[in-house]
């Protein structure tokens, strides 16, 4: 039952009164009573696929009754079973449109980091023995009763916690279950089609004590147990009946409310609840699968009543046959007068000679097989075998009707290996549409748990299921305070070493040169102590490559928000129970042999035609989609092939390289040989010139040095401005001198 999710609501202050419960209570037993005789069919099909018999009914009654001695339908079933739904769909969560609606890696790569968290969470809720199981019991009651309904249910665990101002309630876990309602506990208002259903329900056979439990004490003591219900089985064929009290979960599309309301109890509602999981349909199932569907009404057919007719005769065909047989028997008529050796002869031992008196009258009769006369079973024989013939043909025709045929057994041994798969292929044809009502059934079951997990799921129930790492918001903003903490350090010891700089500067203008040489030296310390520090405080390539994905309160937010969800996530199966595996290792063969291909055809014109690229991509992509290759393959090769367009228009928005003609480039060649020995003496002339100027730096490095020696002596300005004219002028004659050396090296 749906127990402590949604919020309680208290009727009397809702005003609601009880012609409210009484309401529901005769829309209750209005579904019941519209449904009545297809109920009563389902369970005697279940009883007799089970070939359950009435131990008060004589053999042959029994026999006659329950199907005889070949119960097609248990056959049928259990064929459909396990050719229908083999084993549960694998869920994939994709990334619908989301190539498109990215504009850089970081939203592609929040797309997928969201698709995998749910996808990790409905799997988590799905792949058990428990889903297992529900779904088993739901495929018996789609092929037997004719119908089949799954339910999700939220399941929280919690604990208490404690806060600053009292004790709180701490999600612990949480959890999707699958449940299977049986075909006699499902309620659903009147419609043509299940759009115009507003309220389903399903029932609850409660104990007292569970009565106690879920909905108090004193409610669930004022509860009258009237109903006696069918329990388990004792030693014998009789059920032990036990008073349980039926509970009605009605859930209200038009009120978005869940009502919980029991015959026992008619003055008020067990319990009101608000809509608890904020679906878009409101209910935690999907419309009901049925085997045989109608659009005039939404009413359940069991299957077998299509081929009851012919499965009744096949069983007294059967029948028959088995009579005909027990008849045909070896027995004979011979002379009284020789009981006694028959008898001998009967009871004698392998390899024994029996000795008689009789032998001349015995060959004077003509024999031994003259003497015994045999009733005439020939007809007996030709008529069993034209039942034999019948009941084949009976059960062919059963066969075609639900769609089981020889071919799909691989019964046939008389055909070629070709003919055998292309007949196989095309009656599976016929069952392809039931399997994929069915598997989009459980998609839409998975649909409504991916809802759950997105609407409902704690972030710390995502992180502990997924087991993805992905910051919080509050670790990134720690980060980014980190950050700028380090870069404001970084700036306050810049500021710090250029200031220290300064003063050692200052300090060796001034003559204090000793002073000054201890502050630099001191400030060459301290930016290595600093430097350290920073280096520490840096965090490293794979924490900054951590705070760059997205964080859970992002993601949260994102599966929250219906309207993006829907539009960037898709669910799909992967499931596919009629893949032949030679036929799948032909197309996989061909689809790499068609991607290589297209690849070495389309890169030379596509590196003279960039334009073309995005044309490509989507051509490609169209054809892989005519394969059934999973989807990480198909995603893969898009990703592939949007990196190559994107590689190739970066490469085409470069500036191209001139193409030359190679007689030019001859030519060029030739003047250049021709040109060399101009080119060496040239050569000649400037590595003169450079050493000119090297000289002329050299003096150039002197003069600082003689005016840092001068401000350190502390030269009177007059004096040191005399002596630097007159070193000026001493330096401009040298100059000259160097000048005009240069000008006699060069000629």
């Given amino acids: 039952m749906t127990k402590n999710i949604g919020k309680i609501i208290d009727a009397k202050s809702e005003g609601l009164e009880s012609k409210d419960i009484n309401f529901y209570l005769s829309e209750i037993s209005a579904a019941g009573n519209r449904e009545k005789e297809w109920r009563l069919a389902a369970e005697s099909y279940f009883r007799k696929y089970a070939s359950e018999r009435d131990s008060a009914l004589g053999a042959d009654e029994r026999l006659r009754r329950k199907g005889g001695r070949f119960n097609v339908f248990y056959s049928n079933t259990e064929i459909l079973k396990s050719a229908l739904l083999p084993d549960i769909p694998h869920l994939i969560i994709e990334r619908r449109f989301a190539k498109e609606q990215a504009q850089d890696d970081k939203e592609k790569q929040f797309y997928a980091a969201v698709s995998e968290i749910v996808e990790r969470a409905v799997s988590y809720n799905t792949n058990d023995g428990a889903a297992a199981d529900e779904i088993e019991a739901f495929k018996y009651d789609y092929l037997i009763a004719g119908r089949g309904v799954l339910w999700c249910v939220l399941s929280n665990k919690t604990q208490e916690g404690e806060e600053a101002d009292g004790k709180s309630i701490e999600i612990v876990e949480q959890r999707v279950k699958i449940e299977h309602i049986n075909y006699d506990d499902f309620r659903f208002s009147s419609g043509r089609k299940w759009s115009e259903v507003w309220w ?24 009258k147990i009237e109903a ?143 003497i015994f006369a045999y009733p005439p079973i020939e007809a007996k024989q030709r008529v069993a075998a034209g039942l034999y013939e019948h009941q084949n043909h009976l059960l062919n025709v059963i066969y075609n009707i639900t769609g089981i045929s020889d071919i799909m057994r691989n019964a046939s041994t008389d055909e070629t290996a070709t003919a055998t798969r292309q007949k196989g292929r095309f009656g599976a044809l016929r069952l392809q549409e039931r399997q994929k009502a069915i598997d989009n059934y459980i998609k839409g079951i998975y649909s409504i748990i991916t809802e759950i997990v997105c609407e409902s799921f704690t972030i710390g129930s995502l992180r502990e299921i997924s087991s993805i790492s992905l910051p919080t918001e509050e670790q990134k903003g720690q980060y980014q305070g980190r950050i700028e903490l380090l870069a404001s350090k970084q700036q306050e010891f810049q500021e710090q070493i250029k200031q220290a700089q300064e003063r050692a500067q200052a300090l060796i203008v001034s003559g204090r040169k000793e002073e000054g040489q201890r502050l630099i030296a001191e400030i060459e310390r301290r930016s290595q102590a600093a430097q350290g520090q920073l280096q520490k405080m840096q965090p490293n390539a794979e924490t900054a490559k951590f705070m760059s994905l997205p ?15 829907s539009y960037l996530l898709d669910i799909e199966t992967a499931f596919s129970i009629w893949a032949d595996d030679e036929q799948t290792r032909k197309e996989r063969i061909e689809l790499l042999n068609i991607w290589t291909e297209s690849i070495q055809k389309a890169m030379p014109i596509i590196a003279q035609a960039p334009e073309l690229a995005q044309t490509f991509n989507k051509l490609i992509s169209w054809a892989i989609d005519g394969f059934r290759a999973s989807r990480s393959v198909k995603n893969g090769i898009e990703d592939a092939l949007s990196q190559m367009v994107e590689k190739i228009k970066q490469q085409a928005a470069q500036p191209k390289q001139q193409q030359v003609d ?32 090297i000289k002329e730096e050299e003096i150039k490095i002197k003069v600082r040095e003689l005016a840092i020696k001068e401000a350190e002596l502390g030269i009177k300005e007059r004096e040191f401005g005399i002596n630097s004219q007159a070193k000026a002028a001493d330096i401009k004659i040298k100059e000259d001198k160097n000048v005009i050396e240069a000008l006699k090296a060069g000629s």
């Avoid at 992002?554 to 929250?560: A, G, R």
């Fill in 662 to 693: 190679p007689q030019l480039l001859l030519a060029q060649a030739e003047q250049t040989r021709a040109q060399g020995e101009v080119m060496s003496a040239q050569a000649k002339v400037q590595e003169v010139q450079q050493e000119a100027k």
């Fill in 228 to 370: 006696r219900v069918e329990g388990k089985k004792d030693k014998g064929d009789n059920y032990i009946k036990e008073n349980l009290a039926q509970v009605w979960e009605i859930w209200d599309r038009d009120e978005r409310r869940i009502y919980f309301v029991c015959e026992g109890y008619p003055d008020d509602f067990l319990e009101i609840k608000e809509d608890p999981y904020k679906l878009d349909n409101f209910y935690p199932t999907v419309e009901p699968l049925r085997s045989i569907r109608s659009n005039l009404n939404l009413k359940a057919v069991p299957e077998y009543e299509i081929y009851k007719a012919e499965a009744e005769d096949l069983s007294e065909c059967a029948a028959r046959a088995a009579k005909l047989i027990k008849s045909i028997q070896a027995k004979a008529f011979y002379p009284a007068r020789y009981k006694d050796l028959i008898k001998n002869l009967e009871t004698s031992e392998d390899n024994e000679y029996v000795g008689i008196d009789v032998t001349g009258e015995i060959n004077d009769a003509g024999g031994i097989t003259s």
């Fill in 551 to 565: 964080t859970w309160e992002s993601v949260k937010e994102f599966l929250e928000n219906n309207r993006l969800r």
């Fill in 200 to 223: 389903i329900a399903r029932r609850h056979l409660l104990k007292r004590q569970d009565l106690i439990e879920r909905f108090g004490a004193k409610k669930g003591e004022a509860v």
